[in-house]
């Protein structure tokens, strides 16, 4: 008998301005991820980009730890969007640690992560640390 893997997908929804309409795409998420799968590079990102979009950047953190054990080609873009999304809503402590645990795993950050992290600093004042 051979081993099958059956594929599956998750569909994000458009959020626009409605944080309820991600929660199912999100507890499928979870689901699937307890029983050792994971859906998609796309549907990662995009669940991602809809949370940090609807200011649950917290949430989409949890979700980037719980796929960048596994590998995944995601896992690099997953930081770039969560770390722009840090930066837009000013958690410099959120915004070192997450810039800690990308060079430490040995990506190297997109142009687009030091201009949010510039950016970021600028507009909280402290133009010493960002240049």
């Known amino acids: 008998m051979r081993n099958y893997c059956r594929t599956f997908t998750i569909l994000v929804p458009k959020v626009g301005g409605n944080s309820d309409a991600i929660q199912p795409a999100v507890r499928v998420f979870w689901a699937v991820y307890k029983v050792g799968l994971l ?16 200011g649950k950047v917290e949430e989409a953190v949890e ?5 960048e054990g596994k590998k995944l080609s995601c896992v690099e873009e997953g930081y770039c969007i969560v770390m722009k999304a840090l930066c837009e809503h000013g958690h410099v402590e959120e915004t070192s640690h997450m810039f800690g645990r990308m060079l ?7 142009l ?6 510039i950016c970021m600093l600028c507009k909280l004042g402290n133009l010493d640390d960002a240049g």
């Open 39 to 54: 859906p998609s590079t796309f549907a990662i990102i995009r669940l991602l980009s809809g949370l940090c979009q609807l």
């Open 63 to 67: 979700i980037l730890k719980a796929v």
């Open 112 to 117: 687009a992560v030091y201009n949010s992290i």
């Open 104 to 110: 430490s795993q040995g990506m190297k950050p997109k």
